[in-house]
C-alpha cells in the first residue's frame, strides 16, 4: 500500500474544546473503552509510593515536633493518606499530607540524623509499650525509597520527569546494537516528541522528529549506548545532513551528556524483562507492518541478533530493487512482540491475508508459498500463548494516534477483536483509511477524554450545521442532532470577542457587559459556588450571542439544569418579540433542549436581566448590566433559600418558590397532576448519588445559598420524563439531615418573627459573631444567620489554631481527633459532611453538628477573604 496515497489529512486546526465525547456516545449509542484498559495510561500517573509502604513523618502536635512512623493507606498523585504506626485498624486518626510540602523520610532517617522519635498522644494512649512498635516497625521490610521522598524525584510521577530539554537516547529500529541521541521537545501525558540530536534548526525536515510514548522500549536514558557498550550512529535517513566530522561532534557532544539516575531508575523499573526466543534465520511468519499497519502479510526471519532480538522483513517478491524503495519494511522484534503471528493464524481466526507483493496467483495459499520459497514456518512454540483477557469489544471508542501521521491523534471506533489484537476505524479524515490494526496494549492508544484531559487537539467528525427555526414549547430528552459547532460556550465567547474587537456589535444591537454579582442572593435554582466561579462578565457584544452566554453559564451553575431550562423556556404568548434562541442542559445523563426568547436591541437588556431574575426566583442584581460592589439594593444578603421559599415563594401562589410575576410554561391542555405533599428541608442536606466534588462550597444555611434546592411540583414535570424526574426529586430528598421534619406550614406567613436566641460569642482573638449588620426593614420576616468575623484567614490557621476554635464550640470533645490528623485550616476548609463521617468515623448526628460550625468558617473565609 503506498505511503503517498495514506499520507495524513487531519485538519490541526480543530480543536477538543469544540467535541463533546458524551454528546457524541450518546448520538452513536456507544459505549467508551473503560479507562483500565489503557495500563500505560494510569502507569504514567503513579508516584511509585504504594499503599502498605511505611515512613517517617514529623509529627507536628507534639511541641518539639518528633518523628514517628507511618504506613500509607491510599495515594492519590502527590497526596497521601497516612496512619501513625500504633492505630492498628483504627482509621479515625488518618490524616492527608502531599509529598511535595510534608516532612517525610524513609525508615531509619531520624536516628541517622540524631532526631527524636516518639509518637503522637492518641498512640501512646493506646500503646503504652510504644517503644516495642517502634522497634518492630523499623524491623520491617517494606519502607518507602528515599528517592522518592528526597530529591528532585520527590513528588513526581514518571512522567513529571521527562520535561522538556531533557536528553533521552534512542535505540535503532532495525539494529538493537545501534542507539543515537534525542531531546525532548514536548510532553504530552507522557507521549514524547523529540528531536534528534543533529537536527536542530530543521525543523521542516520529515525525519528530524518523533513521537514516542515514555514506556517505549526503544526509548533508554543519557549513556545506556555506552554502558552497553552499544554503537552510536545516526538514523540513516538524515546520515546526509551532515559530513562524517559533523556527526563526530555530534557523537561526542550525546557522550558527554551527564547520566541522570532519575531517569535511569525510572526507565527500568517498570520494564518487563525480555522473554529468549527460539526463531531462526528463515523461519517464515504472518506480520503487521508497524510503518503501515492495515494488513497482514507473510513475513521473514532474517537476522538473529541475540537470544533476546531478531529482525523481521515483509516479504516482497518484486525483487531487491523494488522491495529496497519501500524503507521501514524490516523491523527489530522479541519473543512477545506485537503485530506477529504463525502461518496460518490469519486463517484460523477468519481474516483474509494479504499476499506479499509480486505474488503470482490469486488465492495464497501458506503450503504452496513454503515450498515455493523452500522455508519453513516458525513453529508455534516459538509464540506466547494466546490470550483474550481484556476489556475492548467491538463498536467501543477510543483516541487513537495516526500510525501516517503521528502528531494527529483521532476520535477511533473497535470494528473488530481477534485475540489480543484490535481493528480500529479513526475518523476525523478528509480521505478514508483502511483499519488500523493495534494490539490491545498499543502505547499509541488511549482513553476518550484523554486530549482533553492534556490539552491536546483531537480530530473527530464534523457534522454540517443545521439550523432549527422549529419553537420547541416543551423540554424533552434530547434525540436530536448534536448542535452547529458554533452553540458551543467558547465559540460563543470567541464569536462575542470577535464582534467587540472588530465593532461588528455597536449601536443599536450592542449588549454591554452583563456582570455576575455572586454576593446576591442565588435562589432555589441555582447553586452559589457555580456562581461564584463565573467570569466576572461577558461582553460587550452582540446582544442575541452576550445573552445566549449569560444563560448558558446560568443554565450550567444550576443544581438541575433541566429545570432551569424550563423556567427560561419561550412561552407562547412571545413576551419579548426578540429572537429564539435553542439552549442545551444536560442532567443525569439525559440531554434537553428548549427555544428560549432573547432581545435583540441594547435597550431592553436591563429590562430583560432582570425580569430572568425574577423568574429563576434569585436577587433582581444576581446578572445584568449593572455591577454591585458592596451591598445590593434590594438587601438580599439576608435571605436564604429555605427561609426564602418559606415566607415569600408561597405567598401569593401554591407554586413552590413561584414569585409574583411568574408564569407556567405548560401549554393549556396538560392536565394537572395530583400534587405531592413536600416537607420542608433542614439546612445541611446530603444529596444521593451526587459526589462530594460536586457538593456546594458555599455555607449549608447562609444568606448566600444553603446548598439545596427545591422540589418540583408535580405540574412542573413533563409528560415524557414525568415519572423520572419525581423519582429522582424523591432520591434527592431522601437524605434530608434532621430529627424529625415538621409539617407543611401554612402558605401564609406569621405576622411577627419567631424571636430567636443569641448564642455566647466564642472568645478567640481570631474570631467572633458578627451582629453588626441588622436586618433593614424590608426584610424582618427574614433572621439574621449566625456569623464569624475572622481576624486572620483560615488558610493561615495552624492545627492549634484550628483545635483552639473547635474547643470553642459544642464539639470540643472532638478536638482531639483534629490535633491526632493534623488538621490544619487549609484541610478544614475542604471538610464536608461525608468526609467527616468517614475519615473521623463520626455518626450522622455529631458529624452534622461539627460541619455546621466548619461550614460558618468557610462562610466568613468567603465574605472576608476570597474576594
Not at 388 to 398: G, I, Q, R, T, Y
Not at 607 to 617: A, G, Q
Not at 756 to 776: A, G, L
Amino acid at each position: 500500500m503506498s505511503h503517498e496515497l495514506l499520507e495524513s489529512d487531519g485538519d490541526s486546526s480543530q480543536d477538543v474544546s469544540d467535541f463533546n465525547w458524551d454528546e457524541y456516545l450518546e448520538e452513536n449509542e456507544a459505549v467508551s473503552v473503560p479507562h483500565h484498559a489503557f495500563k500505560h495510561v494510569d502507569q504514567g500517573l503513579q508516584t511509585g509510593l504504594t499503599p502498605g509502604m511505611k515512613l517517617e513523618v514529623c509529627v507536628r502536635s507534639e511541641s518539639d515536633q518528633p518523628y514517628w512512623v507511618a504506613t500509607i493507606i491510599t495515594t492519590c498523585g502527590q497526596l497521601l493518606l497516612l496512619r501513625y504506626e500504633g492505630y492498628q485498624d483504627d482509621r479515625r486518626a488518618d490524616f492527608w499530607c502531599d509529598i511535595m510540602t510534608a516532612d517525610l523520610h524513609p525508615l531509619g532517617w531520624s536516628r541517622e540524623q540524631g532526631k527524636p522519635m516518639r509518637p503522637p498522644e492518641g498512640v501512646r494512649e493506646k500503646q503504652p509499650d510504644w517503644e516495642g512498635v517502634l522497634e518492630k516497625a523499623l524491623a520491617e521490610k517494606c519502607t518507602a525509597p528515599a528517592n522518592l521522598l528526597e530529591g528532585p524525584q520527590r513528588g513526581k510521577d514518571p512522567v513529571d520527569l521527562l520535561c522538556p530539554g531533557c536528553s533521552v537516547e534512542l535505540q535503532d529500529g532495525t539494529d538493537p546494537a545501534v542507539a543515537w541521541g534525542a531531546e525532548v521537545e514536548e510532553n504530552v501525558g507522557g507521549r514524547l516528541r523529540l528531536r534528534l540530536a543533529g537536527t536542530e534548526g530543521l525543523s521542516l525536515h520529515p525525519h528530524s522528529t518523533r513521537w514516542v510514548y515514555y514506556l517505549h522500549p526503544c526509548l533508554h536514558p543519557p549513556g545506556w549506548a555506552k554502558k552497553h557498550g552499544h554503537a552510536l550512529r545516526p538514523p540513516s535517513a538524515l546520515v546526509s545532513l551532515h559530513t562524517e566530522e559533523e556527526w563526530d561532534e555530534v557523537r561526542q557532544r550525546i557522550i558527554g551528556q551527564s547520566d541522570d539516575n532519575a531517569l535511569s531508575d525510572e526507565f527500568s523499573k517498570d520494564r518487563p524483562a525480555i522473554a529468549a526466543h527460539c526463531f531462526a534465520e528463515g523461519m517464515k511468519l504472518e506480520a503487521v507492518d508497524p510503518a503501515s499497519p492495515f494488513c497482514i502479510s507473510p513475513a521473514t526471519v532474517t537476522k538473529v541478533f541475540s537470544d533476546q532480538y531478531f529482525l523481521v522483513k515483509m516479504d516482497d517478491l518484486r525483487g531487491d530493487d523494488s522491495a529496497s524503495e519501500g524503507g521501514g519494511r524490516s523491523f527489530l522484534c522479541h519473543r512477545d512482540s506485537p503485530g506477529i503471528f504463525p502461518a496460518q493464524w490469519s486463517l484460523k481466526n477468519g481474516l483474509s491475508l494479504s499476499p506479499p507483493p509480486g505474488y503470482q496467483g490469486q488465492d495464497f495459499d501458506w503450503a504452496d508459498y513454503l515450498k515455493q520459497c523452500e522455508a519453513e514456518a516458525a513453529p508455534q512454540n516459538c509464540f506466547p500463548t494466546e490470550q483474550s483477557d481484556h476489556s475492548f469489544k467491538v463498536a467501543m471508542n477510543l483516541e487513537a494516534v495516526n500510525p501516517l501521521s503521528p502528531e494527529h491523534i483521532h476520535v477511533a471506533t473497535v470494528t473488530k477483536v481477534k485475540g489480543q489484537h484490535i481493528w480500529l476505524s479513526l475518523e476525523g479524515l478528509k480521505q478514508a483509511m483502511p483499519e488500523l490494526i493495534v494490539h490491545v496494549d498499543s502505547l499509541d492508544i488511549f482513553p476518550v477524554s484523554w486530549c482533553e484531559t492534556n490539552g491536546y487537539p483531537l480530530l473527530y467528525p464534523i457534522k454540517p450545521k443545521v439550523e432549527k427555526q422549529r419553537k420547541v414549547a416543551v423540554v424533552q430528552p434530547e434525540k436530536q442532532q448534536a448542535p452547529p459547532k458554533s452553540s458551543s460556550p467558547d465559540a460563543l465567547k470567541q464569536q462575542i470577542s470577535s464582534q467587540s474587537e472588530t465593532g461588528q456589535g455597536n449601536g443599536k444591537y450592542c449588549c454591554p457587559k452583563i456582570y455576575f454579582n455572586h454576593r446576591c442572593f442565588s435562589g432555589p435554582y441555582l447553586n452559589k459556588g457555580r456562581i461564584a466561579e463565573l467570569p466576572q462578565c461577558v461582553g460587550p457584544g452582540n446582544c442575541v450571542l452576550v445573552l445566549k452566554e449569560v444563560l448558558t453559564l446560568l443554565i450550567n451553575s444550576a443544581y438541575k439544569p433541566s429545570r432551569v431550562l424550563r423556567e427560561l423556556q419561550l412561552d407562547q404568548e412571545g413576551r419579548w418579540h426578540g429572537h429564539g434562541e435553542t439552549l442545551k442542559a444536560k442532567y443525569k445523563g439525559k440531554s434537553y433542549r428548549a427555544t428560549v426568547e432573547i432581545v435583540r436591541t441594547a435597550d431592553r437588556v436591563a429590562e430583560f436581566c432582570r425580569k430572568t431574575c425574577i423568574k429563576l426566583e434569585c436577587c433582581p442584581n444576581l446578572f445584568g448590566p449593572r455591577m454591585v460592589l458592596e451591598r445590593c439594593s434590594e438587601n438580599c444578603s439576608v435571605l436564604t433559600k429555605t427561609k426564602y421559599t418559606y415566607y415569600y415563594g408561597k405567598k401569593k401562589s401554591r407554586r413552590v418558590g413561584r414569585p409574583p410575576g411568574g408564569h407556567s410554561n405548560l401549554e393549556g391542555g396538560v392536565k394537572r397532576r395530583g400534587r405531592r405533599r413536600k416537607r420542608r428541608k433542614q439546612l445541611f442536606v446530603h444529596k444521593k448519588r451526587r459526589s462530594s466534588a460536586s457538593l456546594d462550597n458555599t455555607p449549608a444555611g447562609s444568606p448566600q445559598g444553603s446548598g439545596e434546592e427545591e422540589d418540583l411540583d408535580d405540574e412542573d414535570s413533563l409528560s415524557d420524563d414525568t415519572g423520572s424526574e419525581l423519582q429522582d426529586d424523591q432520591d434527592d430528598s431522601e437524605y434530608s439531615v434532621g430529627k424529625s421534619q415538621p409539617p407543611t406550614p401554612s402558605p401564609s406567613p406569621p405576622t411577627t418573627p419567631r424571636p430567636t436566641r443569641k448564642r455566647r460569642k466564642p472568645r478567640s482573638p481570631s474570631y467572633s459573631d458578627d451582629e453588626n449588620h441588622p436586618p433593614s426593614p424590608k426584610s424582618l420576616r427574614a433572621e439574621v444567620p449566625q456569623k464569624l468575623c475572622l481576624d486572620t484567614s483560615p488558610l493561615e490557621w495552624t492545627v492549634t489554631d484550628v483545635v483552639r476554635f473547635i474547643r470553642t464550640t459544642d464539639c470540643a470533645p472532638l478536638a482531639r481527633i483534629f490535633m491526632d490528623q493534623e488538621i490544619d485550616g487549609q484541610a478544614l476548609l475542604l471538610l464536608n459532611l461525608p468526609t467527616v463521617q468517614e475519615c473521623m468515623d463520626l455518626k450522622l448526628g455529631p458529624a452534622i453538628k461539627l460541619c455546621h460550625h466548619i461550614e460558618r468558617v468557610k462562610l466568613a473565609f468567603y465574605q472576608q477573604f476570597a474576594t
